[in-house]
């Protein structure tokens, strides 16, 4: 990859505030269905660019991304195949540098959002990044001293994506989240019963 095209995948992923996963075959059908599910739920895409991992867009929207993605976890709910090239959609507050002490100190501050009776759990999920996920999740709640940690039933979550050399980070609700393979299943249950 020459430098020019890195620097600008870099770019266009440290402005986004979704990155939203989809199978690495169906790149173009995916970017139509990310434009169409935000013009749906009246947040339009400003951006959609990949990043340096293939089956990851980075997505802009002049609103906040966590009301956006909570419309649209709605909208899954209700239409599910609404949702066919599409996997996951995960808000980001902010871009730091992937290194343990910037990561740490961004952890603290969004930590100050929970409530001391909250619970909570980490979502992190690192992508080009040498580090162990294990290890980095011990490293990265010890700086959080609020709520109760909660890995079932948490009221927030703190998240934490890691491509290469940079981090997306930020504290959402459950609703603020959208995996559309879990709803499914739920859904699935739900009709089975």
């Known amino acids: 990859m ?3 095209k890195a620097r600008m995948i ?3 992923m440290e402005e986004s505030n979704i990155l939203v996963t989809f199978h690495p075959n169906e790149k173009e059908r995916a970017k139509v269905e990310i434009r169409e599910l935000l013009k749906e739920v009246n947040h339009p895409a400003q951006s959609i660019v ?3 991992v293939e089956g990851v867009y980075a997505v802009r929207i002049f ?3 966590k009301e956006a993605i909570s419309k649209l976890k709605s ?5 599910p195949s609404k949702f066919r090239f599409t996997f996951h959609w995960v808000p980001i507050d902010q871009w730091v540098p992937a290194r343990l002490d910037k990561m740490q100190e961004t952890a603290r501050e969004l930590g100050k959002g929970i409530g001391r009776s909250e619970r909570w759990k980490m979502h992190l999920h690192k992508r080009h990044s040498p580090e162990h996920a294990e290890e980095l999740i011990i490293r990265l709640t010890d700086p959080i001293d609020r709520g109760v940690v909660d890995l079932k ?3 927030k979550i703190v998240v934490v994506e890691i491509i290469g050399e940079m981090a997306g980070m ?3 609700k459950v609703d603020e989240i959208l995996d559309v393979h ?3 299943q739920r859904m699935e249950i739900e009709i089975e019963m």
Not at 75 to 79: H, V
């Open 75 to 79: 909208l899954c709910m209700s239409r």
């Open 50 to 52: 990949p990043v340096s």
């Open 182 to 184: 879990e709803i499914a």
């Open 63 to 65: 609103e906040d991304g």
């Open 170 to 172: 930020s504290l959402a």
């Open 153 to 155: 039933h948490p009221d």
């Open 10 to 12: 870099g770019d266009g």
């Open 2 to 4: 020459s430098p020019v």
